[in-house]
């Protein structure tokens, strides 16, 4: 730990640095919270933790927080869709992903928008007509990345395309026909269900609990009061149903589609982390969207008659 961290900050990491080796992870991400609020992001290695300060996203600042991008959700839409991909590791699954948005002409008018989430991760594509690239010097967690893409769209509705995904024709223009019903604030091809909210599983097309994030598709009026993800998922799994919850807890309806002309690949945040560890952070935040939508039955389109008993059970597959 350096000696130029300012005093509270440096006594904040300890503390952190204390609870992580007793894996007391509720208190570790309270104290990741309190270091944000002083103005500084912890980055968590093999290693041990280190923390970087957040800087504005503005002239040579290397480090973009999604608070310092001005958000453009509550100006009028320019677009029928935005289309929205974080690029990582893998800058080649983005350029298979326009490729094939090349190939197969999208019926609605729409636009890209990536987020190039390292300094090696912008693809091929990023400078082609109709994609705007974000680009950050250092790596953010998976919500905040995501976020700032939402928060930099045009489109009516904006659409979360996973970089697994391969489009094989015309799937934007039903999907946006989905929120031709006034009601429907989340959608997209794969839905799940819970009479729990515990167990989640795969659901037929039709009003559902929840909109997997390989696709998910969102009215731009209802995710202005929300603003988009919850930055405490700083790993992807399960952070779609607690938006998806969000959502619905202010009124809206979520709606799977009928299958729609899309190839799902490998899912690279999936298989990047060994199983232990990816089931950790699964495990993770499952717990926080228990956390916060545990209780919340009313948000369950059919509720078993009893709660299940137990402990938690995650989805799957990725």
């Not at 959700?73 to 326009?98: I, K, M």
């Amino acid at each position: 730990m350096s000696d130029d961290l300012p005093e509270p900050v440096r006594a904040l990491l300890e503390r952190r640095a204390a609870a992580r080796q007793a894996r007391d992870w509720a208190q570790a991400d309270g104290l990741r919270d309190e270091l944000r609020d002083l103005g500084w992001e912890a980055i968590d290695a093999p290693t041990g933790s280190t923390v970087r300060p957040l800087l504005a996203a503005t002239g040579s600042a290397t480090y973009a927080d999604d608070a310092d991008l001005a958000s453009l959700l509550g100006e009028p839409a320019t677009v029928a869709a935005s289309l929205v991909a974080v690029v990582d590791d893998h800058p080649a699954d983005v350029d298979r992903l326009l490729a094939a948005l090349r190939s197969h002409p999208q019926s609605a008018e729409h636009e890209v928008v990536l987020v190039a989430n390292a300094p090696a991760a912008e693809p091929a594509a990023a400078s082609e007509t109709g994609v705007t690239t974000l680009r950050i010097q250092e790596r953010l967690g998976w919500a905040d990345a995501v976020n700032l893409g939402l928060r930099r769209s045009h489109g009516s509705v904006i659409v979360l395309m996973d970089t697994s995904i391969e489009p094989q024709g015309d799937f934007l223009g039903p999907l946006l026909g989905a929120f031709a019903d006034p009601r429907v604030g989340v959608a997209g091809p794969w839905g799940v269900t819970s009479g729990d909210g515990r167990e989640f599983g795969e659901a037929s097309p039709g009003e559902v609990d929840a909109i997997e994030g390989y696709c998910l598709a969102i009215r731009r009026e209802a995710l202005q009061p929300i603003g988009g993800f919850d930055h405490h998922f700083r790993y992807y799994r399960n952070a779609d149903l607690d938006l998806s919850f969000a959502i619905r807890a202010n009124g809206w309806q979520a709606l799977a589609t009928e299958p729609l002309p899309l190839i799902r690949h490998e899912h690279r945040g999936w298989t990047a982390h060994p199983p232990a560890e990816r089931d950790r952070l699964s495990r993770r935040n499952f717990y926080r969207f228990l956390k916060r939508w545990g209780d919340r039955r009313d948000l369950l389109l059919h509720p078993a008659a009893h709660d299940a008993r137990g402990r938690p059970a995650r989805r799957t597959p990725a």
